[in-house]
């Protein structure tokens, strides 16, 4: 089928593989770019949502330094 040459998906022969449909065509197109978009769309929203190194540790202090005192969140000591 496929693997003799012009018997492809679009080639003009009338037999087994008669070429696809405009129509058919165009929704395959419509929705492989939608897929695409939406993956795209994801890939772009996870960079964004990842913190780089320097983002990540930037409260730990310079490697080889003591870490800085962390605050304390005691409600009991604000009233």
Do not use: V, W
């Not at 012009?6 to 492989?32: D, F, Q, V």
């Not at 795209?40 to 330094?65: H, I, V």
């Amino acid at each position: 089928m496929l693997d003799k040459p012009g018997r492809g998906r679009y080639s003009a022969c009338p037999e087994e593989n008669a070429m696809a449909s405009l129509t058919e065509i165009t929704r395959n197109k419509r929705k492989r770019r939608h897929q695409n978009a939406g993956r795209d769309r994801k890939r772009k929203m996870s960079q964004a949502s990842t913190a780089s190194y320097d983002e990540l540790f930037a409260g730990c202090g310079a490697p080889g330094e003591a870490a800085p005192k962390a605050k304390s969140n005691d409600s009991s000591k604000s009233s």
